[in-house]
């Protein structure tokens, strides 16, 4: 019996290892964004394939169901969790106003583009500084490991900018409480919003 239940043990793990193999090969862009599941019925272990519309579907539908909690904070982490787990973007917004992230690869990476035209300009220097708040540096001052400064301590933005243009991108990697307390803070210090309720898109 025992040797029956060590081979059983054998072949999940197999199968767990060939799972991984394979999320990371669809994360990538083959198969025009599948998506590869485990999903466990009783004692029953099954992989189920989704294409990508079906499976953001999904999650927006678990955000939704989760906005009705009476917690904002928790709101925004829980959508950036769901984020991080397959989707491309995630974009909240409130009174006219959003934060985004692009998400694919299971990193969080925000995205503030702004020009001449739109009402975001006037933010510049306010999302920098929010930025520098949270251990932010620009990439180009990013201190190395040969400086008496730790290198670790500090995450990195860059500022695109054409004739048309200009992107802040922050770098959050996993840091999904980071990524929570700064988008909080984007709707409160920098928008001032009010009381409005926060909509949520993934995409």
């Known amino acids: 019996m025992k040797t029956v239940e060590k081979y059983l043990y054998r072949a999940f793990y197999w199968m767990v290892n060939q799972y991984y193999w394979v999320k990371v090969f669809i ?8 998506h590869i599941l485990i ?6 272990i099954k992989l189920v394939i989704k294409n990508h519309p079906e499976f953001v579907s999904e999650k927006q539908e678990a955000i939704n169901a ?9 709101l925004i982490r829980f959508a950036l969790e769901q984020a991080i787990d ?27 583009p702004l020009n001449k035209l739109n009402k975001y300009r006037k933010y510049y220097y306010q999302v920098l500084g929010l930025l520098a708040d949270n251990d932010f540096v620009r990439n180009t001052f990013a201190p190395s490991g040969l400086t008496f400064t ?8 860059k500022i695109d900018t054409n004739i048309a243009l200009t992107t802040i991108e922050g770098y959050f990697g996993k840091m999904i409480d980071k990524a929570t307390d700064f988008t909080e803070l984007m709707f ?8 409005e309720r ?6």
């Open 66 to 74: 989760f906005k009705k909690k009476d917690n904002e904070k928790k």
């Open 188 to 195: 409160k210090e920098i928008y001032k919003s009010k009381k």
């Open 39 to 44: 999903q466990r019925n009783g004692s029953q």
């Open 150 to 157: 730790d290198p670790a301590k500090y995450n990195k933005y």
């Open 27 to 34: 994360f990538r862009g083959e198969f025009q964004k599948k």
């Open 86 to 112: 397959g989707c491309n973007y995630v974009v909240f917004s409130k009174e006219n106003n959003y934060v985004q992230f692009w998400t694919s690869g299971g990193k969080i990476r925000f995205d503030f």
């Open 198 to 203: 926060l909509e949520i898109k993934v995409g």
